[in-house]
Structure formats: C-alpha cells, structure tokens
C-alpha cells in the first residue's frame, strides 16, 4: 500500500511540474494544459483545432519540449503521399534487399500541424499508426516507439484548402480541444513575454521518457467501480439515442472516456474515479465524434451544437452515487 501510494504522489507530482512548464509557456490556458497532459497520461492522442493564430501549434511544441522524448513535426501539406509519413521502402543495390527508411511518424511525440490540409488519402496513413502503433508497409509490420502520442492541430473546416477529417480519423482522437482567444491579461502577458526572445526557447525537460511511460502504466492501475462503467456505457448509449444525432460514439469512444478519467484521476492525487472525473472529459472526448442530424446545421462538424448535445446528455444520464 505504502509503494502505490508513494508511486501515485510521484504521478502527481509530475503531472503538476508538466502542466507547470507547460503553462510558463501556454498563459491563460490551464484547462486546454490539463487535457492535453490527461491525455498524454492516457496514452490517447489530441486534436487541436481554432482558427490559425491562437496557441494550437505552441501548445502542442510546449509539451513535447517539456518531456526529454524524440519529436517530430508533420507539416501537412495538399501534396503529400502517404509515404511522406509512414516512411518507404528504398531498394539498396549494394545488398539486393529494399530497406525501409522510417517516416516522421517514428517518434515519441509527433506533431502534426494542419492535419486537414493534407488530402483524405494522406491522412489515412495515420489510422493504423494511431490505433495499433505500427506502420505496415509492403507486407513487413514496423513498430513506433513507445510511448508514442499524436498532437494534431486543424484549422476550422470552414477555411480555405481543408478537408473534413474522416469519422475514421476524428474517432482516433481521444479528445479535442478548442484553444480560444486569451483573456485581456493573457494576451498582455504574452506580448510583454515575446517581445524579445521566445520563451519556449528556454524552457528545459522536467520529465524523461521512462518518467511518461511509467506515469502511463500507473494510470492503466487507477481502480474503476463497476457502477462507473455502467455509467460510460448509459452516456455513450444517450449518444446514440439522441433525436439530433445521427451517429452516436463509438465502443472506443467509451473505452477512451474512461482511460481519460482515469488520467484525469491520477493527475488529481486520487487511485479511483470518481463521476466529475467523467463528467469533466465528456465534452472533449463525445462531441468530435457526434454526426448530428438536421438540427445540428453541418451533419459532419457543428462542434458547438454537439457540445450543446453532450450537455444535454449529461443533465439527463444519472450519475452513480456509490460503488
């Protein structure tokens, strides 16, 4: 009991110096820092998506510069094959033999900026990447490094040169966030911070990639009730019961909200969950996934009117009141 406890003070401790680093950087933001470190501890992948100018690409560089991990960066582009990320195979005349050459998607923290702008044929090459973390490619299987989590940032759909991201694609998210413009202070604070050298230029490590997989597997240990199970499935089935949904989530969707809660409960001192640590997580993990019928205006986006929906859906599901 001793050692559980120690290792989840140890948890709590570095979930608290992550976010802190990470906000030196990201002012204003706390709520957008903590989910993102959630979902770091939950081995799921984030989606960032606002108009261009308002933080996505600095928080998700912030966070990868505050672990000492291999980072890439994707930049999406219309032109891009599949291959651009994944990596290819090159014949090797020397050997007789076609030797795979790793993509950019080989790293512990991938950024990928603009997802939207690359075509749906590209983005396909993230699929198999973000659910199983291998890349298959003429027939060989090829792991990704462990751990290995995706940052994506997406410009509205609405814009110039984006296309819409696949229910496939959106579904591999574990949640999404929308950055928002700063309050008065925040932005203050960032023109007085930026006005001579980048912050992010001095910001150091405060976790090794041992300190984040360790802090994973610890997570994967948070207990569950059974009560709060049966209250992810009751949430995940009024989404697919709702009079302005098309499609509800998905069985992953569940699978993910919970791995979330835990996250958010080892990030919170605690080794179980809690109901507000679902209700907490439901907007971003249930509303990218939700294709809303008429109602919602655009069938395939309408984040607003879906997270209008995941309101409803959670005034009206019962919360557990005990184990």
Not at 178 to 201: F, I, K, Q, V
Not at 236 to 250: C, D, L, W, Y
Not at 271 to 299: C, E, I, M, S, T
């Amino acid at each position: 009991m001793t050692d559980r406890t120690d290792s989840s003070n140890q948890l709590f401790q570095n979930a608290a110096h992550l976010r802190q680093a990470v906000g030196s950087v990201v002012v204003g933001k706390s709520e957008q820092v903590k989910i993102a470190v959630t979902v770091l501890l939950a081995g799921g992948h984030l989606l960032m998506e606002d108009v261009p100018g308002v933080g996505k690409t600095v928080l998700a560089k912030t966070l990868a510069r505050a672990m000492d991990t291999r980072v890439n960066r994707i930049q999406f582009t219309p032109d891009m094959l599949p291959s651009d990320v994944t990596g290819v195979a090159i014949y090797d005349q020397g050997n007789g033999k076609f030797d795979f050459q790793p993509g950019p998607i080989f790293a512990n923290v991938v950024i990928g900026d603009e997802i939207n702008r690359a075509s749906p044929k590209t983005q396909s090459a993230l699929l198999e990447c973000m659910e199983e973390r291998q890349v298959s490619v003429d027939g060989e299987t090829h792991r990704l490094p462990d751990p290995f989590t995706v940052f994506a940032t997406q410009n509205p759909a609405e814009m110039e040169g984006t296309y819409p991201l696949p229910e496939a694609q959106r579904d591999r998210f574990m949640a999404r966030i929308s950055m928002g413009y700063p309050d008065r202070e925040a932005e203050l604070s960032m023109l007085e911070s930026r006005d001579g050298a980048d912050p992010l230029n001095a910001l150091r490590p405060v976790l090794s990639a041992d300190d984040v997989r360790a802090m994973i597997l610890q997570v994967q240990q948070v207990f569950v009730a059974p009560s709060i199970k049966r209250y992810v499935v009751d949430l995940a089935r009024a989404t697919r019961e709702h009079p302005a949904v098309r499609v509800g989530v998905s069985p992953r969707a569940s699978l993910q909200l919970l791995r979330a809660a835990k996250a958010a409960a080892a990030i919170a001192g605690r080794g179980y969950v809690v109901p507000d640590d679902v209700q907490q997580l439901l907007k971003p993990v249930f509303a990218h996934r939700l294709v809303l019928g008429n109602r919602g205006g655009r069938q395939q986006h309408g984040y607003t009117e879906a997270e209008r929906v995941v309101e409803e859906i959670t005034a009206q599901v019962p919360a557990p009141t005990g184990a």
